[in-house]
Protein backbone atom coordinates (compact mmCIF):
# COMPACT_ATOMS: atom_id res chain seq x y z
CA UNK A 1 0.00 0.00 0.00
CA UNK A 2 1.21 3.61 -1.16
CA UNK A 3 1.12 6.01 1.65
CA UNK A 4 0.49 9.73 0.56
CA UNK A 5 3.36 12.20 0.94
CA UNK A 6 3.14 14.51 3.39
CA UNK A 7 3.67 18.48 2.25
CA UNK A 8 5.86 18.58 5.01
CA UNK A 9 7.88 15.96 6.16
CA UNK A 10 9.93 15.51 9.55
CA UNK A 11 13.51 14.52 9.23
CA UNK A 12 14.59 10.99 8.17
CA UNK A 13 17.87 9.40 7.78
CA UNK A 14 18.33 7.07 4.71
CA UNK A 15 21.11 4.45 4.42
CA UNK A 16 21.88 1.59 2.42
CA UNK A 17 24.90 -0.19 1.35
CA UNK A 18 25.65 2.06 -1.38
CA UNK A 19 24.84 4.99 -3.16
CA UNK A 20 25.38 6.16 -7.37
CA UNK A 21 26.68 9.40 -7.39
CA UNK A 22 25.41 10.35 -11.30
CA UNK A 23 27.66 13.47 -11.42
CA UNK A 24 30.95 11.73 -10.76
CA UNK A 25 30.10 8.40 -11.81
CA UNK A 26 31.19 6.53 -8.52
CA UNK A 27 29.69 4.42 -5.88
CA UNK A 28 29.69 5.62 -2.61
CA UNK A 29 29.99 2.60 0.44
CA UNK A 30 27.40 3.10 3.20
CA UNK A 31 25.63 6.52 2.41
CA UNK A 32 23.95 8.69 5.57
CA UNK A 33 21.70 10.84 3.06
CA UNK A 34 19.63 13.30 5.81
CA UNK A 35 16.25 14.53 4.60
CA UNK A 36 14.00 17.58 5.90
CA UNK A 37 10.96 18.39 5.02
CA UNK A 38 11.38 16.88 1.64
CA UNK A 39 15.16 17.88 0.16
CA UNK A 40 18.13 16.40 1.20
CA UNK A 41 19.81 18.31 3.79
CA UNK A 42 23.33 16.38 4.36
CA UNK A 43 25.49 13.40 2.82
CA UNK A 44 27.82 11.32 5.45
CA UNK A 45 28.67 12.93 8.65
CA UNK A 46 26.44 11.89 11.51
CA UNK A 47 22.52 11.26 11.78
CA UNK A 48 20.58 13.92 13.44
CA UNK A 49 19.54 12.55 16.55
CA UNK A 50 16.13 11.48 17.30
CA UNK A 51 15.55 11.09 13.54
CA UNK A 52 13.64 8.63 12.15
CA UNK A 53 16.15 6.01 9.93
CA UNK A 54 15.57 4.27 6.94
CA UNK A 55 18.23 1.58 6.43
CA UNK A 56 17.40 -0.04 3.53
CA UNK A 57 20.00 -2.70 3.83
CA UNK A 58 21.75 -4.38 0.72
CA UNK A 59 20.86 -2.32 -2.30
CA UNK A 60 22.48 0.35 -3.99
CA UNK A 61 20.28 3.84 -4.01
CA UNK A 62 20.09 5.65 -7.58
CA UNK A 63 18.33 9.78 -8.02
CA UNK A 64 14.93 9.02 -8.48
CA UNK A 65 14.32 8.32 -12.70
CA UNK A 66 12.98 11.11 -14.80
CA UNK A 67 10.82 10.10 -17.75
CA UNK A 68 10.98 13.18 -20.20
CA UNK A 69 7.89 11.84 -22.37
CA UNK A 70 5.38 10.17 -21.06
CA UNK A 71 1.06 10.37 -21.29
CA UNK A 72 -0.64 9.74 -17.86
CA UNK A 73 -3.92 9.16 -19.63
CA UNK A 74 -3.30 7.49 -22.16
CA UNK A 75 -3.76 3.46 -21.98
CA UNK A 76 -2.58 1.16 -24.97
CA UNK A 77 -5.29 -1.34 -24.68
CA UNK A 78 -7.70 0.49 -26.26
CA UNK A 79 -7.15 1.45 -29.80
CA UNK A 80 -8.96 4.46 -31.62
CA UNK A 81 -11.98 3.24 -32.07
CA UNK A 82 -12.36 1.01 -29.31
CA UNK A 83 -11.59 4.04 -27.23
CA UNK A 84 -15.11 5.66 -27.95
CA UNK A 85 -16.78 3.29 -25.42
CA UNK A 86 -15.80 5.10 -22.72
CA UNK A 87 -17.40 8.70 -21.37
CA UNK A 88 -14.94 11.44 -21.71
CA UNK A 89 -14.08 11.70 -17.88
CA UNK A 90 -12.93 7.91 -17.77
CA UNK A 91 -9.49 9.05 -19.42
CA UNK A 92 -8.49 11.12 -16.82
CA UNK A 93 -9.82 8.89 -14.25
CA UNK A 94 -8.27 5.51 -15.24
CA UNK A 95 -4.53 7.38 -15.49
CA UNK A 96 -5.15 7.98 -11.78
CA UNK A 97 -3.63 4.55 -11.96
CA UNK A 98 -0.84 4.94 -14.28
CA UNK A 99 0.50 7.68 -12.00
CA UNK A 100 0.97 5.27 -9.18
CA UNK A 101 2.00 2.56 -11.97
CA UNK A 102 4.84 5.16 -13.25
CA UNK A 103 6.00 5.67 -9.53
CA UNK A 104 6.28 2.38 -8.28
CA UNK A 105 8.35 1.56 -11.06
CA UNK A 106 10.65 4.14 -9.54
CA UNK A 107 9.97 7.33 -12.01
CA UNK A 108 9.39 10.15 -9.45
CA UNK A 109 9.23 13.10 -11.92
CA UNK A 110 7.84 12.71 -15.37
CA UNK A 111 7.14 15.14 -18.30
CA UNK A 112 3.67 14.72 -19.91
CA UNK A 113 3.38 16.00 -23.20
CA UNK A 114 0.07 16.18 -23.46
CA UNK A 115 -3.35 15.57 -22.46
CA UNK A 116 -6.83 16.17 -22.87
CA UNK A 117 -9.00 18.13 -20.71
CA UNK A 118 -5.80 19.11 -18.69
CA UNK A 119 -5.71 16.00 -16.86
CA UNK A 120 -2.29 16.20 -16.73
CA UNK A 121 -2.10 19.45 -14.40
CA UNK A 122 -5.25 17.86 -12.57
CA UNK A 123 -2.60 15.37 -11.26
CA UNK A 124 -0.13 17.38 -10.03
CA UNK A 125 -2.63 19.57 -8.10
CA UNK A 126 -4.17 16.35 -6.69
CA UNK A 127 -0.60 14.65 -6.17
CA UNK A 128 0.66 17.83 -4.51
CA UNK A 129 -2.68 17.85 -2.27
CA UNK A 130 -2.36 14.64 -1.23
CA UNK A 131 -5.06 13.04 -2.72
CA UNK A 132 -3.78 11.32 -5.30
CA UNK A 133 -0.35 9.19 -5.59
CA UNK A 134 2.25 9.69 -8.38
CA UNK A 135 5.47 11.18 -9.42
CA UNK A 136 6.16 14.82 -9.61
CA UNK A 137 4.83 16.32 -12.89
CA UNK A 138 5.77 18.87 -15.38
CA UNK A 139 2.73 18.69 -17.44
CA UNK A 140 1.95 20.35 -20.57
CA UNK A 141 -1.80 20.26 -20.93
CA UNK A 142 -3.25 19.80 -25.02
CA UNK A 143 -0.27 19.48 -27.48
CA UNK A 144 0.08 22.04 -30.51
CA UNK A 145 -0.60 21.36 -33.78
CA UNK A 146 -1.34 22.31 -37.42
CA UNK A 147 -5.04 21.23 -38.59
CA UNK A 148 -4.83 17.78 -40.01
CA UNK A 149 -1.59 17.04 -38.03
CA UNK A 150 -0.70 14.85 -35.68
CA UNK A 151 -2.11 16.18 -32.93
CA UNK A 152 -5.25 17.10 -34.26
CA UNK A 153 -8.43 15.07 -34.10
CA UNK A 154 -7.66 12.63 -37.24
CA UNK A 155 -10.07 9.44 -36.71
CA UNK A 156 -13.43 11.12 -37.29
CA UNK A 157 -14.97 11.68 -40.85
CA UNK A 158 -16.16 15.08 -41.33
CA UNK A 159 -19.50 14.81 -39.98
CA UNK A 160 -17.79 15.10 -36.64
CA UNK A 161 -16.36 18.29 -36.91
CA UNK A 162 -13.71 17.22 -34.94
CA UNK A 163 -11.11 19.23 -33.64
CA UNK A 164 -8.22 19.10 -31.11
CA UNK A 165 -8.00 21.79 -28.36
CA UNK A 166 -4.56 23.33 -29.70
CA UNK A 167 -4.97 23.72 -33.10
CA UNK A 168 -3.28 26.99 -34.92
CA UNK A 169 -2.41 27.64 -38.73
CA UNK A 170 -0.60 30.55 -38.39
CA UNK A 171 2.50 32.30 -35.92
CA UNK A 172 -0.20 33.90 -34.46
CA UNK A 173 -3.04 31.96 -34.05
CA UNK A 174 -0.15 29.49 -32.38
CA UNK A 175 1.41 31.63 -30.03
CA UNK A 176 -2.36 32.23 -28.52
CA UNK A 177 -2.59 28.82 -27.79
CA UNK A 178 0.80 29.20 -26.18
CA UNK A 179 -0.80 31.65 -23.65
CA UNK A 180 -4.12 29.31 -23.33
CA UNK A 181 -1.91 26.51 -22.55
CA UNK A 182 0.12 28.07 -19.87
CA UNK A 183 -2.90 30.15 -18.54
CA UNK A 184 -4.29 27.10 -17.42
CA UNK A 185 -1.44 25.32 -15.90
CA UNK A 186 1.04 24.06 -18.61
CA UNK A 187 4.66 24.17 -17.20
CA UNK A 188 6.01 22.88 -20.80
CA UNK A 189 4.98 23.26 -24.07
CA UNK A 190 4.67 20.21 -26.47
CA UNK A 191 4.12 20.84 -30.41
CA UNK A 192 4.01 18.59 -33.24
CA UNK A 193 6.20 19.38 -36.00
CA UNK A 194 6.05 16.04 -38.25
CA UNK A 195 3.18 13.49 -38.81
CA UNK A 196 3.32 10.35 -36.56
CA UNK A 197 2.86 7.11 -35.99
CA UNK A 198 -0.82 6.82 -34.31
CA UNK A 199 -2.47 8.84 -35.93
CA UNK A 200 -4.48 9.40 -39.14
CA UNK A 201 -3.46 10.42 -42.75
CA UNK A 202 0.23 11.25 -41.11
CA UNK A 203 3.08 10.27 -42.42
CA UNK A 204 6.08 10.47 -39.43
CA UNK A 205 8.25 11.89 -41.90
CA UNK A 206 6.09 14.65 -43.10
CA UNK A 207 6.80 18.13 -41.97
CA UNK A 208 3.69 20.08 -40.98
CA UNK A 209 4.31 22.99 -39.28
CA UNK A 210 6.89 25.67 -41.22
CA UNK A 211 10.09 27.10 -39.35
CA UNK A 212 8.59 30.56 -38.95
CA UNK A 213 5.16 28.62 -37.25
CA UNK A 214 7.74 26.76 -34.70
CA UNK A 215 9.76 29.69 -34.43
CA UNK A 216 6.70 31.78 -32.87
CA UNK A 217 5.71 28.98 -30.47
CA UNK A 218 9.42 28.63 -29.17
CA UNK A 219 9.79 32.48 -28.74
CA UNK A 220 6.45 33.21 -27.36
CA UNK A 221 6.88 29.63 -25.09
CA UNK A 222 10.72 31.03 -23.49
CA UNK A 223 8.90 34.75 -23.21
CA UNK A 224 6.87 32.85 -20.45
CA UNK A 225 9.80 31.06 -18.98
CA UNK A 226 8.39 27.66 -20.53
CA UNK A 227 10.42 24.92 -22.58
CA UNK A 228 9.22 23.47 -25.52
CA UNK A 229 9.10 19.90 -26.69
CA UNK A 230 8.77 18.82 -30.12
CA UNK A 231 7.28 16.07 -31.31
CA UNK A 232 9.41 15.22 -34.90
CA UNK A 233 10.24 12.39 -36.74
CA UNK A 234 11.27 13.27 -39.83
CA UNK A 235 14.55 14.55 -41.12
CA UNK A 236 13.20 18.11 -42.23
CA UNK A 237 11.22 18.99 -39.07
CA UNK A 238 13.67 17.87 -37.07
CA UNK A 239 15.99 20.59 -38.54
CA UNK A 240 13.23 23.56 -38.26
CA UNK A 241 12.55 22.77 -34.86
CA UNK A 242 16.08 22.83 -33.51
CA UNK A 243 16.72 25.53 -35.93
CA UNK A 244 13.62 27.61 -34.68
CA UNK A 245 15.11 27.48 -30.83
CA UNK A 246 12.67 24.36 -29.94
CA UNK A 247 14.77 22.36 -26.46
CA UNK A 248 14.17 19.09 -27.03
CA UNK A 249 13.36 16.91 -29.67
CA UNK A 250 10.78 13.67 -29.00
CA UNK A 251 10.68 10.82 -30.91
CA UNK A 252 13.70 12.16 -33.58
CA UNK A 253 13.22 8.71 -35.23
CA UNK A 254 14.59 9.64 -38.82
CA UNK A 255 16.81 11.96 -38.15
CA UNK A 256 20.01 12.96 -40.41
CA UNK A 257 23.24 13.31 -40.14
CA UNK A 258 22.75 17.38 -40.65
CA UNK A 259 19.85 17.05 -37.97
CA UNK A 260 22.69 15.38 -35.31
CA UNK A 261 25.21 18.01 -35.86
CA UNK A 262 23.01 20.94 -35.34
CA UNK A 263 21.33 18.55 -32.00
CA UNK A 264 25.03 19.19 -30.88
CA UNK A 265 25.85 22.44 -32.18
CA UNK A 266 22.56 24.52 -30.77
CA UNK A 267 22.49 22.20 -27.31
CA UNK A 268 19.12 20.63 -28.17
CA UNK A 269 18.28 17.25 -26.38
CA UNK A 270 17.10 14.41 -28.08
CA UNK A 271 14.18 12.07 -26.32
CA UNK A 272 13.97 8.91 -28.32
CA UNK A 273 11.60 6.08 -27.56
CA UNK A 274 13.54 3.17 -28.50
CA UNK A 275 11.93 0.56 -26.32
CA UNK A 276 7.89 0.68 -26.77
CA UNK A 277 7.73 -0.81 -30.28
CA UNK A 278 8.78 -4.11 -28.69
CA UNK A 279 5.46 -3.81 -27.32
CA UNK A 280 2.84 -2.07 -29.68
CA UNK A 281 4.80 -4.70 -32.06
CA UNK A 282 3.32 -7.74 -30.14
CA UNK A 283 0.33 -6.55 -28.62
CA UNK A 284 -1.38 -3.80 -30.99
CA UNK A 285 -3.28 -5.74 -33.01
CA UNK A 286 -5.16 -7.31 -30.78
CA UNK A 287 -5.51 -4.19 -28.80
CA UNK A 288 -7.31 -2.91 -31.62
CA UNK A 289 -4.37 -0.46 -33.14
CA UNK A 290 -5.18 -0.14 -37.45
CA UNK A 291 -2.52 -1.83 -39.36
CA UNK A 292 -1.53 1.40 -40.62
CA UNK A 293 -0.50 2.61 -37.63
CA UNK A 294 1.36 -0.79 -37.18
CA UNK A 295 3.04 -0.50 -40.08
CA UNK A 296 3.95 2.99 -39.75
CA UNK A 297 5.38 1.17 -36.33
CA UNK A 298 7.63 -0.75 -38.42
CA UNK A 299 8.72 0.80 -40.69
CA UNK A 300 10.38 3.83 -38.01
CA UNK A 301 11.49 1.33 -35.36
CA UNK A 302 14.66 0.28 -36.81
CA UNK A 303 15.91 2.87 -38.26
CA UNK A 304 15.24 5.32 -34.93
CA UNK A 305 17.12 2.24 -33.34
CA UNK A 306 20.09 3.13 -35.19
CA UNK A 307 19.60 6.89 -35.25
CA UNK A 308 19.96 6.51 -31.57
CA UNK A 309 23.11 4.70 -31.84
CA UNK A 310 24.47 6.88 -34.31
CA UNK A 311 23.30 10.63 -32.15
CA UNK A 312 24.93 8.98 -28.74
CA UNK A 313 28.12 8.32 -30.52
CA UNK A 314 28.29 11.74 -32.14
CA UNK A 315 27.68 13.00 -28.78
CA UNK A 316 24.41 14.81 -28.78
CA UNK A 317 22.34 15.41 -25.47
CA UNK A 318 20.13 12.37 -24.68
CA UNK A 319 17.06 12.22 -22.29
CA UNK A 320 15.04 9.18 -20.92
CA UNK A 321 12.19 9.11 -22.68
CA UNK A 322 9.01 6.09 -23.63
CA UNK A 323 6.05 7.69 -24.67
CA UNK A 324 4.36 5.41 -21.96
CA UNK A 325 0.73 5.35 -22.58
CA UNK A 326 1.75 4.08 -26.01
CA UNK A 327 2.70 1.22 -23.79
CA UNK A 328 1.89 0.10 -20.29
CA UNK A 329 3.34 3.01 -17.83
CA UNK A 330 4.95 0.20 -14.98
CA UNK A 331 7.09 -1.06 -18.14
CA UNK A 332 9.03 2.03 -18.61
CA UNK A 333 12.03 0.79 -16.80
CA UNK A 334 12.44 -2.08 -19.97
CA UNK A 335 14.06 1.06 -22.21
CA UNK A 336 17.54 1.10 -19.99
CA UNK A 337 18.63 -2.57 -21.40
CA UNK A 338 17.31 -1.07 -25.44
CA UNK A 339 19.49 1.58 -24.73
CA UNK A 340 22.74 -0.10 -23.78
CA UNK A 341 21.54 -2.93 -26.61
CA UNK A 342 22.32 0.53 -28.98
CA UNK A 343 25.20 2.18 -27.59
CA UNK A 344 25.06 3.56 -23.92
CA UNK A 345 26.80 2.66 -21.40
CA UNK A 346 24.74 1.88 -18.29
CA UNK A 347 25.89 5.16 -16.70
CA UNK A 348 25.13 7.16 -19.61
CA UNK A 349 21.53 5.66 -19.77
CA UNK A 350 21.19 6.56 -15.97
CA UNK A 351 22.39 10.11 -16.37
CA UNK A 352 19.88 10.16 -19.30
CA UNK A 353 17.14 9.37 -17.09
CA UNK A 354 18.42 11.93 -14.08
CA UNK A 355 21.04 14.49 -14.06
CA UNK A 356 21.17 15.16 -17.71
CA UNK A 357 17.23 15.22 -17.77
CA UNK A 358 17.25 17.48 -15.17
CA UNK A 359 19.00 19.79 -16.88
CA UNK A 360 16.52 19.97 -19.84
CA UNK A 361 13.57 20.21 -17.59
CA UNK A 362 15.61 23.40 -16.30
CA UNK A 363 15.32 21.73 -12.74
CA UNK A 364 18.66 20.51 -11.59
CA UNK A 365 18.01 22.58 -8.34
CA UNK A 366 15.29 19.99 -7.60
CA UNK A 367 15.38 16.58 -9.27
CA UNK A 368 18.49 14.67 -10.99
CA UNK A 369 20.99 13.63 -8.46
CA UNK A 370 21.31 12.67 -4.70
CA UNK A 371 22.58 15.45 -3.90
CA UNK A 372 22.27 18.22 -0.95
CA UNK A 373 19.28 20.78 -1.88
CA UNK A 374 17.63 18.35 -4.01
CA UNK A 375 14.59 16.58 -3.42
CA UNK A 376 14.93 13.96 -1.55
CA UNK A 377 13.55 11.25 -3.99
CA UNK A 378 15.57 8.23 -4.56
CA UNK A 379 14.94 4.80 -6.06
CA UNK A 380 16.69 1.36 -4.32
CA UNK A 381 17.60 -1.44 -6.58
CA UNK A 382 19.41 -4.92 -6.03
CA UNK A 383 22.84 -5.45 -6.87
CA UNK A 384 25.09 -2.25 -9.02
CA UNK A 385 23.11 -0.86 -11.76
CA UNK A 386 25.98 -0.28 -13.47
CA UNK A 387 26.84 -3.91 -13.67
CA UNK A 388 23.01 -4.82 -14.53
CA UNK A 389 20.97 -2.29 -15.90
CA UNK A 390 17.83 -4.32 -15.72
CA UNK A 391 17.83 -3.99 -12.12
CA UNK A 392 16.34 -0.59 -12.96
CA UNK A 393 13.07 -2.43 -14.47
CA UNK A 394 12.51 -3.95 -10.30
CA UNK A 395 12.95 -1.60 -8.07
CA UNK A 396 13.71 -2.58 -4.38
CA UNK A 397 12.46 0.56 -2.75
CA UNK A 398 11.12 3.99 -3.88
CA UNK A 399 11.50 7.25 -2.06
CA UNK A 400 9.49 10.54 -2.52
CA UNK A 401 10.55 13.41 -0.72
CA UNK A 402 12.43 11.60 1.95
CA UNK A 403 9.24 9.03 2.35
CA UNK A 404 9.51 5.68 1.19
CA UNK A 405 6.35 5.33 -0.63
CA UNK A 406 6.43 1.91 -1.93
Given at each position: MIA ?5 A ?5 T ?11 I ?10 G?I?S???A ?9 L???T??P?L???H ?6 PR?G?Y????F?D ?6 G???A????R??F ?6 G??N?AD ?13 G ?10 S?T?GH???T??P???N?RS ?5 S ?7 V ?14 A????FS??T ?5 Q?S ?6 I ?6 WGL ?8 AAG???A???G ?11 DE???L??E?GTY ?14 G ?8 N??K ?7 Q????RK ?12 D????P ?7 F ?11 QA???ATV????AL????D?GA ?8 MV ?7 SD ?5 R?V ?6 V???
Open positions: AVPATETVVVAARMLDVEKGAVERPVIVVTDRAIGGAPAGAKTLDGDVLVGIDMVHLDGNYPQALQTAFWAVQVGNAAMLAGTTVRNVSDFVAYKQAIEEGVMIPRIVPAAHALAGCDSFFPSFQKAVGDPEELRKVREQRKYGAEVIKVCTGGVRNEPGQQLETELRAADEAHQKVAAHAHGIKAISAIDTIEHASLIDGIRAKRLSMDIYNTDYTQAEKKNGILEDLRDREVAQVRDNFANSAGAKMVFGTAGVMHGDAGKQRVMIQYGMTPLIRATAAEGRSRVIAVGRYGDAVSGNPLVTTLEPAVIKGGCVD
